[in-house]
């Protein structure tokens, strides 16, 4: 699903399906680029042990991101995001040959980025197919960026940033307000303006106050692209209100951590500092972990109170401590005298055993008990 491209337009494929997984559901933030992240504690966030995917210009100067997507022209971003070879960055692969802002270099140049073509033929019901061999395109950043996280093994995701609507400024409410028109929370922002038209409150007079805030970095849109932008996030919000199913049935939650987001009518809603305990109490708190006394140790570190346990072999490895026949060949050395100390003939070995495991047919065996 992702590969690397050259400027010679060469692909090499990247296997990292699944690479994030882990014995329990990885956790993953999505950062926004909405408002709300100034309010957040934007500082225990960045620490927390858990990745961070940034969308767009979220988490500008409040979150560095470790992974990265975009949909819009390169142009629009950051050149530090691109050049940064900490952060992996995952593209459609018609950027490739865009210019990295401020530079000469091409995107695909660029250190551990990644491309993936897109798939804008999906429905509801069918949001997250095993058999996909790109990643939804339905115009939204956010949405692409969470089939991402998926496709890499995460299975929870914390929404921080992700308002999903463009509110008015509180002088353009003030001044509705004065003409007895009363902004309803998460109102679309279009019907807004309408309402306060119908008022007699002009366009007009309305762009000349204070602008919505849109973001919590340096940036605004005139008054008709924020109507856009809010008509963009309500059908985002509403589109993913109708695949609830299909993330269900995907083991995919989404958790916002948004106070005044529009998906928190459709999903569920914690505050950081749960979020924040749970990580510790899953993952561990790096800045409280002690470190006196660790590399004296000896033995385990098994938790208190655990019952025994046994690495088992499959359980068709019928014979004790033996493989089943048919892996008798892959077991067996090339017919060097010397193969056996030949640390490359091991490795050979070993890997033909596992290819021969993982390719037995399941077969139920009888089991006969004597008393």
């Not at 996280?149 to 004065?178: K, N, T, W």
Request: include cysteine.
């Amino acid at each position: 699903m992702f590969y690397r491209l050259n400027t010679d337009g060469t692909r090499r494929d990247v296997e990292l399906g699944d690479l994030f997984a882990g014995p329990v559901r990885t956790a993953c933030w999505i950062v926004g680029g909405g408002p709300s992240l100034s309010e957040l504690p934007c500082a225990e966030i960045a620490r927390a042990p858990a990745a961070k995917l940034g969308i767009n210009l979220g988490g500008a100067k409040l979150i560095r991101p470790t992974m990265w997507t975009s949909y819009d022209p390169s142009a629009r971003f950051q050149r530090s995001v691109y050049l940064d070879a900490s952060i992996w960055k995952f593209v459609h692969a018609r950027r490739a040959m865009d210019l990295v802002p401020e530079t000469t270099f091409k995107v695909c140049e660029c250190p551990c980025t990644l491309f993936f073509e897109r798939e804008p033929q999906r429905g509801f019901a069918d949001f997250l197919p095993a058999a996909a061999t790109g990643i939804v395109d339905w115009n939204d950043t956010f949405v692409q960026a969470m089939e991402i996280a998926y496709r890499l093994g995460f299975r929870v995701l914390y929404l921080a940033g992700c308002d999903f609507h463009v509110r008015p400024s509180e002088a353009q409410i003030a001044r509705a307000r004065a003409a007895e028109v009363e902004y309803a929370p998460r109102e679309l922002l279009g019907d807004f303006y309408e309402r306060c038209s119908g008022a007699g409150v002009s366009r007009a007079e309305l762009e000349s106050l204070d602008p919505p805030t849109q973001y919590h970095f340096d940036e605004r849109k005139p008054l008709a692209a924020a109507i856009q932008t809010d008509q963009h996030y309500f059908r985002t919000a509403q589109y993913l209100r109708l695949c609830r199913r299909a993330l269900s049935l995907a083991g995919l939650e989404l958790v916002s951590v948004t106070p005044d987001s529009r998906l928190n009518d459709h999903f569920p809603y914690r505050p950081v500092d749960d979020v924040l305990a749970d990580l510790g109490a899953t993952i561990g708190r790096p800045d409280a972990e002690p470190t006196r006394g660790l590399y004296t140790r000896v033995g385990t570190r098994t938790p208190a109170g655990v019952g025994p346990m046994r690495d088992l072999k499959p359980h068709h490895w019928k014979r004790k401590g033996e493989p089943p026949a048919e892996c008798a060949a892959a077991l067996t050395p090339a017919a060097n005298p010397r193969s056996d100390s030949d640390a490359r003939v091991r490795a050979s070995v070993a890997r033909r055993v596992a290819a021969a495991i993982d390719a037995l047919p399941e077969t139920p065996v009888r089991i006969d008990e004597d008393g």
